[in-house]
């Protein structure tokens, strides 16, 4: 979801790992030299999400690194297939009135620019709530404590899954 702290935990994530980090949004605007805010006021969501899918199927095939993606990124089952078969995926779930305490103030992300975020971040959480769950290896429950114990949660995770191993996770946390 918007605000769940994938951009935030990614980028530690991959730093207490010694990995490349790279976020399918700023990858986006890179191509599309502006703010994904003003790309979609000029040309749509659907042109928006053609460009995050091409995005997202050239970013799956890197070598070794976290990768966060946008919060939409599962609407299309084709980004749903591509990431799961190619990537360890890890739902940061958080409750819409949490991510909604996060988020009150931001004005770059376009889908909540409404009169009343609060019934959007509701109505997208009822919706994508499924398909998080369809494409996730694994959730993390992400509630009020801090963003480093959410990667410590999920490097935890990791281990217990047999992605990292124990060593890794030790030098993780004390590059940390
Ligand atoms: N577990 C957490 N606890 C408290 N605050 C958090 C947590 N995770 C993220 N935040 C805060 O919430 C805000 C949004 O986080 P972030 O930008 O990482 O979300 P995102 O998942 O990348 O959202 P988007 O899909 O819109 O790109 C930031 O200010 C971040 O510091
Ligand atoms: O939740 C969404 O649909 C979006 C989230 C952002 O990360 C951006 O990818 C874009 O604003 C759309
Ligand atoms: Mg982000």
Do not use: W
């Not at 994904?36 to 095939?61: N, Y």
């Not at 990537?87 to 931001?106: F, I, K, N, S």
């Amino acid at each position: 979801m918007p605000g769940a702290g994938k951009t935030t935990a990614g980028r530690q994530l991959a730093h207490m790992l010694g990995v490349p980090f790279a976020d399918v949004d700023v990858e986006i605007e890179r191509r599309i030299g502006c703010s994904i805010r003003s790309f979609f006021e000029q040309h749509g969501e659907v042109a928006f999400r053609q460009i995050e899918a091409d995005t997202i199927a050239e970013l799956v095939k890197r070598p070794a690194h976290v990768l966060a993606t946008g919060g939409g990124a599962v609407l299309r089952p084709e980004n749903r297939a591509a990431l799961k078969a190619n990537t360890v995926v890890l739902y940061l779930r958080a409750t819409p009135e949490e991510l909604y305490r996060r988020l009150r103030h931001d004005t770059q992300r376009p889908l909540l620019q409404v009169a009343d975020p609060l019934r959007k971040l509701r109505e997208l959480y009822r919706d994508r709530d499924p398909l998080y769950q369809e494409v996730a290896h694994y959730t993390v429950e992400t509630g009020r404590p801090s963003v480093s114990h959410m990667v410590n949660m999920i490097l935890m995770q990791l281990e217990l899954a047999g992605v990292v191993d124990n060593q890794l996770v030790k030098s993780a946390t004390l590059r940390h």
